[in-house]
């Protein structure tokens, strides 16, 4: 019953907070006028802020990659494949496993997505598909 209460409390918050692109990226440290930034379209004045910085430090989402690294990208929409990696990375954090989510021969959500679907945290479309892209 814990398990599901904080998996349910991490979607909860990833839904509410963190509606973002992609989970991997370069760590960086950005500062602008003297504060420090998570990223560079992250304001400190923005109300997710403090949201963004606390998944940032718990390695739940990294930000954008290739050349859009340093962004955070607020305004898109998370995908269910990046859903399915801060699950695992959640899981892997907070029960101490040796999940291995970034030793995927073929595309860096393709061990998370496998993991969801195993313990069914999260689940495909009934046609068998993952839905991959979606949002």
């Known amino acids: ?43 400190a004045d923005a109300w997710y802020f403090d949201a963004v910085w606390y998944v940032k430090n718990e390695g739940l989402m990294t930000g954008k990659s290739g050349a859009y690294a340093g962004y955070f990208a607020p305004g898109e929409y998370l995908q269910r494949h990046d859903l399915a990696v801060i699950f695992g990375r959640f899981y892997k954090n907070a029960m101490n496993s040796e999940l291995n989510l970034d030793e995927s021969k073929n595309a860096y959500y393709e061990d998370a997505v496998n993991w969801v679907k195993k313990y069914p945290i999260m689940n495909g479309y009934s046609s068998g598909d993952f839905g991959v892209g979606d949002t």
């Open 1 to 43: 019953m814990m398990k599901k209460k904080t998996i349910a409390l991490l979607l909860s918050f990833v839904l509410c907070f963190c509606m973002t692109g992609t989970v991997f990226a370069e760590d960086q440290e950005i500062v602008i006028d003297d504060i420090l930034h998570p990223f560079l379209d992250v304001d």
